[in-house]
């Protein structure tokens, strides 16, 4: 059963506009929550995290949201570049409360528009 | 040099053979893993490994095996190959005090893919 799910596999942006792409887990002793990217052909890499007791984390042109009584949260990028089209996987951890292991959602394919 | 190296990045082979895909790390890191990634359901974790005398099972081990033979060394057998173990294997590591970036963030290998005819 997936714990994280990102419900939206793809989505278009022009450049310039703002990209937000959801995610959503059901296990409540998640209290860690990364993002990463993946460009094709390579492995993905980290973007930004938030813990449990942030609903904001922003770094530049990056900002995660977490809600927690709604399980939920998102990634904005604003602005978003064609640079930034890539897939991007949610993940999250309960430490040793979810086993030190972390769960991945199955990812959104950015295209940004030029 | 990449801090992740994973070998081979490609191998197309038969159901039933053995096949190793092995994975070395100069990152210094303790914690190592095996994730595999399916179109449409993400990236899933096969085994993973805290230390060397540590191995755990992951989300899906069934038709695999690990070892883990040194701190910078993990390996991931598939002992007879079948179709459905299509796909591409990234390996990855942790430091979780985070002392050398974010606490928790995984490191990974540029994967290697595998088709199983």
């Known amino acids: 059963d997936q714990q994280v799910k990102q419900n939206s596999p793809s989505l278009s942006v022009q450049e310039g506009r703002i990209s937000i792409l959801n995610c959503d887990y059901t296990n409540s002793m998640f209290d860690y929550f990364l993002w990463y990217k993946k460009y094709p052909a390579e492995g993905p890499t980290f973007l930004i995290s938030i813990s449990s007791i942030k609903d904001k984390n922003e770094d530049g042109r990056f900002t995660v949201f977490l809600n927690k009584s709604a399980k939920h949260l998102s990634l904005h990028i604003v602005p978003s570049q064609p640079g930034d089209s890539a897939v991007y996987f949610c993940?999250?951890?309960?430490?040793?409360?979810?086993?030190?292991?972390?769960?991945f959602g199955t990812g959104t394919s950015l295209t940004v528009i030029p | 040099d990449a801090d992740v190296t994973q070998t081979p990045r490609n191998r197309i082979t038969k159901t039933g053979k053995r096949i190793m895909l092995e994975c070395s790390q100069t990152?210094?890191?303790?914690?190592m893993y095996w994730y595999r990634q399916d179109p449409g359901l993400g990236l899933r974790l096969i085994y993973y490994?805290?230390?060397?005398?540590?191995?755990n099972k992951g989300e899906i081990s069934d038709g695999y095996s690990v070892s883990r033979q040194a701190q910078a060394k993990f390996s991931l057998s598939l002992e007879s190959a079948i179709p459905n173990q299509t796909a591409l294997y990234f390996c990855a590591t942790s430091d979780p005090s985070g002392l050398a970036g974010v606490a928790g963030e995984l490191f990974f290998g540029e994967g290697s893919r595998l088709t199983v005819l």
């Open positions: 990152k210094g890191h303790d914690r």
């Open positions: 490994s805290f230390d060397v005398k540590d191995i």
């Open positions: 993940a999250a951890s309960g430490g040793t409360d979810t086993g030190n292991q972390f769960y």
